[in-house]
């Protein structure tokens, strides 16, 4: 393989996998890509959770031991409800850590289909496209990148799980989707069946984006037996029963929160009857084609 084709694969830079979602507000309306806040009450990131110290305050509420149950039968009811969903659209913010660095918000158009499995996701920012449709194109993952050196390339067509298609994000393309996520969350919570003695649960009923909703905090009380996350906040949507936002802390050496995933899906819009046209690379409102 030649220097230039090498030096074109190193600057792939594209994220494929909408899962997080995030509002970002300042007050000058920017982005810092390393402050992440949430018109959801905010998560009291005490000693207690996002640091790996043993010596923990018990200031969280202890007292709600049915919390978790409850937990899983949101979880349940909103993978019944992603599951009843033939297709979607959807205005998803994403930010994640990868790499040990915390990447900017990405805001992106999404669009999904159950059967056969497929997205399309534009980025706001850059107008960069991917399409993933299983069973088609090979399986191949195509992605039109809009900056860099890898723009002088119209189009790559990529293993979803191979390195550079998974360069700025945590999972492939073929995670995406709340369905998934609520999967992937319900996957955790099986690996930790003792989970209410090994973390904290909170619950309430608030308002966000207009919507009503219930939001479970959870805070893990120990490094050593739960080392993927500290902390943990789901936002369920009580009227679809779906999972809309999630954030994700992982454990730091101080007890400052730690962001590594935050998914907010917004404007969700069923697709009914998802047209073929929607998934294929030869749309004209996509620019996979040149024209």
Known sequence: MSMFIKILLGTLTFAVLGVTMHRV???????????????????NMSESAGSSSRDRSDAFDRTATDHFPKLKDHLKAAHSAAAAMPGYTAILERQEEVD?????????EFKTRREPFSVYMRWADSEQEALYVHGEND????????????????????????????QTCRYPITD????????????????????????????????????DVIVFDIKFRDEATVPRYSASRF?????TKLL????????????????????FYDQIEVLAE???????????????VAR
């Open 244 to 263: 809309i936002a999630v954030d994700n802390y992982g454990w730091s050496k101080d007890s400052k929160p730690r962001l590594i995933e935050h998914y």
């Open 25 to 43: 507000k300042t007050a000058a309306s920017t982005v810092d890509s390393t402050v992440v806040a949430s018109t959801l009450p905010a998560l």
């Open 235 to 239: 936002c369920f949507d009580e009227q």
């Open 139 to 166: 399986n191949r993952l195509i992605v039109r990148p809009t900056k860099g050196l890898a723009a002088i390339r119209r189009v790559w067509r990529l293993d979803p799980d191979c390195r550079m298609a998974k």
């Open 176 to 211: 995406a989707g709340i369905e998934n996520l609520v999967s992937r969350i319900q996957s955790f919570y099986d690996e930790h069946k003792n989970v209410a003695i090994l973390a904290d649960c909170k619950m309430q009923q608030t308002t966000f984006t207009d919507k």
């Open 274 to 288: 998802p047209n073929e046209d929607v998934f294929v690379e030869e749309n004209p409102a996509y620019r996979f």
């Open 100 to 108: 040990d660095q915390l990447r900017p918000v990405d805001r992106i």
